[in-house]
């Protein structure tokens, strides 16, 4: 009988080509030559601990001193029939260090992530990839996964690591492109960067695209971040959804974060801004972009951090306490959000495994042609969820009620900005960006679906056809709609402040800059935008836009915002526009809030128009006349839009119950007495409402104190009429008495 085969031990030591890549950073499955593994003999265990004297493999009693085999590699042949529990203690220089062995752990992404991530409908990217604190087959640690498909290896770098990621190779998963790492006793607040190897073989350490937290600018390292925040607005998201946005009150401020008042952090402004937002009677606060930015300069869109509140205010933890002081009181929390494009960092995005990998691999379509950044390659579908995710998220995890999306224009049209030559046509010959389209539908059919309540907003400069209509309507131009809930209506910016502009004895020939907006009002669901944008680089300060003396300038200015106020459509006003301040905004120094110090010579006038603007909030949120139905055509009637030799614009808004609000704006600097306004006849009685004329806005104070009845004479087409005293310059508001 022939005696059985004797297995023969092996060498432990890792391979000559193994070792080679290990050591240059471009090993794809470092756990399986690391670790602990079966061989003939026992059980193999090799470490790779650069700059380490000794390392011992220690399991309850057992301990066992590895063979030092050169370059930081140690390994070891244990007569063991199965893989211990077990760690390692390392020695270096004048230490000893006892820890887990991150190699010899599974992987921390399941089959599901990663079926979705190649799919490219992983709704909750951020829990997939990034670095998470967790507990991992009983270990406390910190797993780390970035997407880098080009790639030849990825290690990670960090504090934890002395910023030598030579130890800390990750794996790839396969052919999802994903790179993992689980790292024992890691845990919040550690730096990290990847350590990516680019297909040249040169490296690049790169900060984490989905980093949750981040270091304050110019450092630019990521941070591992646990989150602790219990939410108190409970009450608050429960209701959000209760009423449909376009058919409630929809008053925006829009606030620049860190020159709202210079200085403070996300902790104290929480202490003051809902108050003052509650104090003048908006209904949310749109915030300009909160992702991390390099440069401050850029007001936040120039992005580079897309998952982390900027760090220049406190933490993300810091950030959702603000969002959720702000619903305590009230308020919602709209953001500005950067699909557009990204900057050029060597740091973050750009070309970010060695190959173009976000923006496109077409130089024409990456490079964007008006601000030296790049856009996104919105075909590829990784791409896609890493942006349609990122607006998921942000409403998800910081509980944000509105998302406008920047520089909407810029991604649907091929020939934006560019030349003949510098462009090449979509598969049908259009100028449209297919691929942008698409994925704009799918973010808006992504966060309706997930988020209810949450609305999305459009800055869109042009006439493309269907912003806000549903994403599987389609229109004349065979598209679907866009999806989203409203869309700034620029058009009406441009021409009422061009309106505005000229000289009142110039008026009567640009009178219909104030009207024509409501031939396209209702084509699209509107929001009346007075942004930063207006207020900046030359432009001068709303106020400042307005002809005339101080006076005048500021009388014009209370009635632009009474016309604003009662236009179909939302209001958004930017900070500092609420009293009427004269220089443009500064990034550097905020609004000029001095102003309004009661030592001030002039205070009374600039805090005579912010109590114009908190009053125009509380009537308009009492009266359902000005925002049920924005939407509906029937909200909505002439008395007179032709009344330019004068001046002067008369309508009508009305409520789902046909409740009439009448609106008059005189833009002469003249009083008009028993001025003839045609009104319905079955209203008995009118009494002023609003008055931007009043004293204690700063005006002269011609009212109309006693109840107005109407006259059985037609007027403006209508059986009965009112006569009133217009005051100059000014807005009134009349209801039924």
Known sequence: MPEPALEVAVSPAIDAGDRERL?????????????????????????????????CVVSGDLR?????????????????TDVPAYRLLVTYEGTVHETEDAYRFLPTLGDLDLHLLAEGRHEQLWRALGAHVTTHQGVTGTRFAVWAPNARGVRVAGSFNFWDATGFPMRSLGSSGVWELFV??????????????????????????????????????????????????????????????HEAPFSVYEVHLPSWRPGLTYRQ????????????????????????????GSWGYQVTGFYAPTARLGTPDDFKYLVDRLHQAGIGVLMDWVPAHFPRDAWALAEFDGRPLYEHHDPQRAAHPDWGTLEFDFGRRE????LVANA???????????????????MLYLDYSREPGQWTPNQYGGRENLDAVA???????????????????????????????????????????LGFGLKWNMGWMHDSLEYMSHEPVHRKYHHHEMTFSMVYAYSENYVLPISHDEVVHGKR????????????????????????????????????????????WSEAHGPDWWLLDPSYGAEADHRGVRNLVRDLNGLYRATPALWQCDTDPAGFQWITGDAADDNVFAFLRHDADGNPLLAVSHLAPVVRHDYRIGVPEDVPAWLEALNTDAGGYGGSDVTNRDVIKPEPQSWHGRPASIRLTLPPLATVWLRPA
Not at 548 to 572: C, E, I, N, T, V
């Open 392 to 410: 998921v998220y942000w409403c998800e995890e910081f509980h944000i009620d509105g998302l406008r999306v920047d520089a909407v224009a810029s």
């Open 23 to 55: 050591l240059h950073g471009t090993h794809h499955a470092p756990h399986a030559v690391l670790g602990a593994h079966p061989v003939p003999g026992g059980i193999a265990f090799r470490a790779f601990r650069p700059y380490a004297q000794a390392v």
């Open 184 to 245: 024992p006793g890691v845990g919040a607040g550690e730096l990290y960067k990847f350590e990516i190897t680019r297909p040249d073989g040169s490296r690049t350490l790169r900060a984490d695209p989905l980093a949750r937290r981040t270091e304050v600018p110019p450092a630019t390292s990521s941070i591992v971040d646990d989150s602790h925040h219990e939410w108190g607005d409970g009450e608050w998201m429960a209701h959000r959804a209760d009423t449909p946005v």
């Open 64 to 80: 066992a001193e590895l063979h030092d085999d050169g370059d930081g590699f140690f390994s070891g042949l244990l007569p063991l």
């Open 383 to 386: 791409v896609r969820n890493f």
């Open 439 to 481: 994925f704009l539908q799918e973010m808006n059919a992504t966060v309706y679906r997930r988020c209810p309540g949450v609305v999305t907003i459009a800055e869109e400069s042009t006439a493309w056809d269907g912003v806000t209509r549903p994403t599987h309507h389609k229109g004349p131009s065979g598209f679907g709609g």
């Open 269 to 296: 402004l929480a202490e003051q801004l809902p108050a003052y937002v509650t104090e003048m009677g908006f209904t949310h606060v749109e915030l300009m972009p909160v992702a991390e930015h390099p440069f401050g």
């Open 541 to 584: 300060s709303l106020v400042s836009k307005m002809p005339g003396d101080w006076w005048q300038q500021r009388a014009s200015h209370r009635a632009y915002l009474g016309f604003m106020w009662a236009h179909p459509g939302k209001q958004l006003l930017f900070m500092g526009q609420e009293f009427a301040q004269g220089a443009e």
